[in-house]
């Protein structure tokens, strides 16, 4: 398998090809997660240190499930209780990285950028379980690969993602992957919620419910983000859910066979209906935190055997 990146930093600067690579390892664990041989040695060796300075439950725990699995050696650091809260800053948090010398790192990160940053300064494989605003690229690949497996195809799908766009960075990560693999893609939620300049990204704006969702493959409904509003965006979370709240009356619009995503947490009866959200005939929630594991045990997997390609060619060379 071709995969010529020493970081998985987003989705921007993956090719088509390297987003299959990713997706068909993917496959082969999510077999294998389902088999009594769970295991692997894959990071047999390697050192893999979780930094989450937000809190997670969800990725954390998938990413830490994914390590072990490959046999790592797995810490994770509470950096919201760490020497950052004293005053270090993200440079100096480097530095006594490297002292630690380990060979994966997946940092999660209130701030734009900084996971990038890291990466510069830090001699390991660095996987951005997401930062700030910008990009989540495990959790846009971990969608992707359910809806592989669910449709049979990830191209050439009609693609309806629906909330707040503005504030999420699963938003902006699925609609680079998407638009890569030959989608077409619309954003569905009220003007409020909508990043400007949004249209440039060559997908299709609604704030009509039923009008965006007509004759869509797969809906995949988002979390309020109320964490990074700072004013009112909606009138209500009631309001709000009559509106843009998926249910049976506004997924009756989506083609018959339509697929129900949300990355999680989800705020039951504001954005998704529960008795939906538990159909598991329309519903893929549950594969989709099934499917993180096995995407983020192929991202360290091919990240890991480029390390290891590099240090063997630093060794002959020296």
């Known amino acids: 398998m071709s995969f010529d990146h020493t970081h998985l930093l987003g989705i921007e600067p993956l090719a088509a090809h390297d987003i299959t690579t990713i997706l068909d390892l993917a496959d082969q664990y999510a077999d294998r997660g389902r088999s009594a041989a769970k295991h692997g040695d894959a990071l047999a060796g390697l050192t893999q240190i979780n930094m989450f300075f937000e809190s997670s439950t969800r990725t954390q725990a998938s990413f830490e499930l994914a390590g072990k699995r490959l046999g790592a050696d797995v810490m994770s650091m509470a950096m919201q209780a760490s020497s950052i809260k004293k005053g270090e800053t993200l440079i100096d948090t480097a530095m006594t990285l490297n002292a630690m010398h380990p060979d994966l790192l997946v940092v999660r990160h209130p701030h734009s950028g900084a996971v ?10 660095v996987l951005n379980a997401g930062d700030g605003r910008h990009e989540h690229p495990t959790q846009a690949l971990l969608d992707a690969l ?31 992957l998407l638009g890569k693999m030959e989608n077409r893609i619309r954003l569905i939620g009220p003007p409020t919620l909508m990043p400007a300049g949004i249209a440039e990204f060559g997908v299709e704006v609604y704030d009509d419910m039923k009008k965006g969702l007509e004759g869509v493959d797969v809906v995949m409904m988002l979390r309020l ?13 009631r309001e709000y859910y009559h509106r843009y709240g998926l249910d049976a009356e506004k997924l009756a619009h989506a083609a018959p066979d339509a697929i129900v995503m949300h990355p999680g947490p989800m705020n039951r009866g504001v954005e998704i209906d529960g008795e939906l959200a538990d159909d598991l005939r329309r519903s893929v929630i549950q594969q989709q935190v099934e499917m993180g594991v096995a995407v983020r045990m192929a991202a360290m997997d091919l990240l890991a055997r480029n390390l290891r390609a590099r240090q063997t060619s630093k060794a002959v060379m020296a």
């Open 146 to 176: 359910t809806i592989r497996r669910a449709k049979g195809r990830l191209h050439r799908l009609n693609i309806a993602i629906c909330g707040d766009i503005a504030h999420s960075r699963v938003a902006r990560s699925n609609i680079i």
């Open 116 to 125: 990038d940053l890291l990466a510069e300064k830090v001699n390991c494989a």
């Open 225 to 237: 983000q109320r964490e990074r509003m700072d004013g009112g965006f909606i009138p209500s979370e």
